[in-house]
């Protein structure tokens, strides 16, 4: 677990009940073996393949990338839909992506 998740679950205060949807929420979200691998796999065989086949290779882990993404988003909307209004709020503003202008989103 990163020190991201672990700061988004202390500041969550969940409560007893709602640890076991934490726990399926951070197994769903993170990333997996297979995806790294696709991805290191992908990126070795780019250099060695003919343009056609780079573009279906790049075109089936933009696929699998796709189907692993509606996966996790189901795990956070099923994990988001279990927390309260004031919980919600801690969970949208500490899972924002940082700005581009390099500042803390703290």
Same mark, same amino acid.
């Given at each position: =677990? !990163?020190?991201?998740?672990? #700061? /988004? $679950?202390?500041?969550?205060?969940?409560s007893?009940?709602?640890? @076991?949807?934490?726990?399926?929420?951070? /197994? @769903?979200?993170?990333? %997996?073996?297979?995806?790294?691998? #696709? $991805? *290191?796999?992908? %990126? +070795?065989?780019?250099?060695?393949?003919? !343009?056609? *086949?780079?573009i279906?290779?790049?075109?089936?882990? =933009?696929?699998?990338?796709?189907?692993?993404?509606? *996966?996790? %988003?189901?795990?956070v909307? @099923?994990?988001?839909?279990?927390? !309260?209004? &004031?919980?919600q709020?801690?969970? &949208?503003? +500490?899972t /924002?992506?940082?700005s581009?202008?390099g500042g803390?989103r *703290?």
């Amino acid at each position: =677990m !990163t020190a991201d998740l672990i #700061r /988004l $679950h202390d500041d969550l205060r969940l409560s007893d009940g709602q640890e @076991a949807d934490w726990k399926a929420y951070t /197994l @769903a979200v993170a990333p %997996s073996q297979d995806l790294l691998a #696709r $991805h *290191r796999a992908t %990126s +070795e065989l780019l250099p060695l393949v003919p !343009t056609p *086949r780079r573009i279906a290779l790049i075109e089936a882990t =933009m696929a699998q990338d796709n189907l692993d993404f509606k *996966r996790q %988003s189901a795990a956070v909307n @099923a994990f988001y839909g279990k927390l !309260t209004p &004031d919980q919600q709020k801690v969970f &949208d503003r +500490e899972t /924002l992506p940082p700005s581009d202008a390099g500042g803390d989103r *703290r």
